[in-house]
């Protein structure tokens, strides 16, 4: 076993023994990043002198024994997330050479807790997409297939963790952007409460959706760096006063005496038979370690993909007229300053923003605002009521996180309809604001990961990760690793 392939509570474990040094351990994770990286393209910009500095005043703290959650362990950022000294691109051209001064506060929070940040991660540009093809920076691979994507828009995260390029990685889900790419690299993609963790610092894409989660080996691990990062922040008011629990205390190993319940409308026509044979069989599975399983509707699922896409835009629209060439990024001189703006804007931003700006531009347009904006709010507000209905006779909620496993790359770039569909099963957890996991719970014909989606209940992430964790140590699906192939 190589120092790449720990968790990080094997990590901590190891480095609070004095076995090997923080030192050690970052030297060996960027020897491997930058072997596969010019193969995979999961890191935009990898931080070699800062991350050795800072594993070095991690064992420094070590010997003079400081003892934090995550002293000394290599994690990697989603480029999405504002981080001190280090360039931030959000995987757009328009920001290519933006090297913030201040770090978002959950960037902040890894800090103290004394993470050592390995480099930024590749995503789809603004976090747009499904596939991380769309990324100013080129098209992250899959390590599993590196003909096929990892998944998006935290593609590069996903593939980082599943390659055992670094021990875990923050990633960033508006629509699914966090477990759909774990689902699709086999590992734990947990996206937390709308709330949970300070949205501060992350360069938005829907301020209403996006929720700052975490691409880990085990449900453990999420759980760590989410005690870390989770909390009131008073930079942020939409950050709720809500006491962080200690997760690990709920993970005993156990799901007996828990509700599961499975809606019909996410086991449709369509899903690759692989995929609902894999996740039924993971559901069966909980069963059979004590849970009780009940079939639930959620009717309002079957809207879910046009109500996001009428939101998400709309707010993308607001918050991308920002990025004008006047303040910061990219800036390409024009005849007058209308001008200024639409070079700079048409030279810096790729096709899909584009695309998902006029969109949310014409939702908001006069006229089309409440035949479109308002009534999509309005058909958000039944979903959300939908969820809390179901978590009245069920703990949890059980379903697939992707129709597919990953798909050809190339496949589905010029069909956005298509791509859009990969995020169907994930979008009404960003629209109603709770929280959700995926797990893996098998393969493919192709040997491709599936993975399976658990939802819990606003703020009880708890459940999710004690259902995960449980799971996880009765199947080995998990232990079958796409580093050992990359």
């Given amino acids: 076993m190589t120092l790449c392939t720990l968790t990080i509570q094997q990590a901590r474990e190891g480095l609070r023994a004095g076995q090997f040094s923080s030192v050690e351990m970052t030297r060996e994770f960027l020897a491997r990043i930058h072997e596969l990286n010019p193969v995979l393209n999961a890191f935009i910009t990898i931080n070699d002198v ?4 800072q594993a070095q005043a991690a064992d420094e703290r070590i010997a003079r024994g400081e003892d934090t959650p995550l002293l000394g362990v290599p994690i990697a950022i989603k480029d999405v997330l504002s981080t001190r000294g280090l360039r931030t691109t959000a995987g757009s051209r328009i920001l290519e050479n933006y090297t913030p001064t201040w770090d978002a506060t959950s960037v902040a929070r890894l800090r103290a807790a004394g993470a050592v940040f390995l480099g930024k991660t590749n995503l789809d540009e603004f976090a747009m997409g499904s596939s991380t ?48 790419p774990a689902a699709l690299c086999g590992v734990i993609g947990l996206k937390n409460t709308y709330g949970r963790v300070s949205r501060y610092g992350l360069i938005a894409y829907g301020s209403s959706l996006d929720s700052i989660g975490v691409l880990a080996k085990t449900p453990r691990d999420a759980a760590i760096v989410l005690s870390v990062m989770g909390g009131r922040d008073p930079l942020d008011s939409t950050s709720v006063d809500t006491p962080v629990p200690d997760f690990a205390v709920a993970m005993n190993g156990s799901v007996a005496g828990m509700r599961v319940g499975v809606p019909s409308e996410y086991f449709i026509e369509g899903t690759q038979a692989d995929v609902t044979t894999a996740v039924r069989a993971g559901i069966e599975q909980l069963r059979q370690m004590g849970a009780t399983v009940k079939e639930i509707s959620l009717p309002n699922t079957r809207v879910a993909l046009p109500v996001y896409y009428l939101i998400a835009p709309a707010e993308a629209s607001a918050n991308l007229a920002r990025f004008d060439g006047v303040r910061y990024g990219l800036r390409v001189p024009g005849e007058d300053l209308i001008d200024t703006y639409s070079r700079t804007r048409g030279a810096g931003f790729g096709a899909e ?8 531009t014409y939702a908001l347009s006069a006229g089309y605002y409440d035949a479109y904006y308002i009534r999509a709010q309005k058909v958000r507000t039944l979903i959300k009521q939908e969820f809390e209905r179901a978590f009245e006779e069920v703990d949890i909620i059980a379903a697939p996180v992707s129709p597919t496993t990953a798909f050809k790359i190339g496949e589905k770039v010029d069909d956005p309809i298509q791509m859009y569909l990969a995020d169907v099963f994930t979008l009404p957890c960003n629209l109603a604001g709770i929280c959700g996991i995926s797990v893996p719970c098998g393969f493919d014909a192709a040997g491709l990961p599936i993975g399976l ?10 459940a999710i990760l004690r259902a995960a964790d449980a799971y996880q140590r009765e199947t080995s699906w998990h232990k079958k690793r796409a580093g050992d192939r990359a």
Avoid at 453 to 462: I, S
Wanted: net charge negative; charged share 20%; with cysteine.
């Fill in 133 to 180: 093809e769309n990324s100013g920076y080129g098209v992250t691979h899959n390590p599993w297939d590196q003909t096929r994507v990892p998944g998006g828009s935290s593609g590069g995260s996903a593939a980082a963790v599943a390659a055992d390029l670094c021990c875990a990685a923050l990633g960033t889900d508006t629509g699914g952007s966090v477990r759909q």
């Fill in 353 to 360: 923003v584009k695309r998902r700006i006029m969109l949310g």
């Fill in 50 to 53: 800062e991350a050795l500095a």
């Fill in 453 to 462: 989606q658990l939802l819990g209940r606003a703020f009880d992430e708890a």
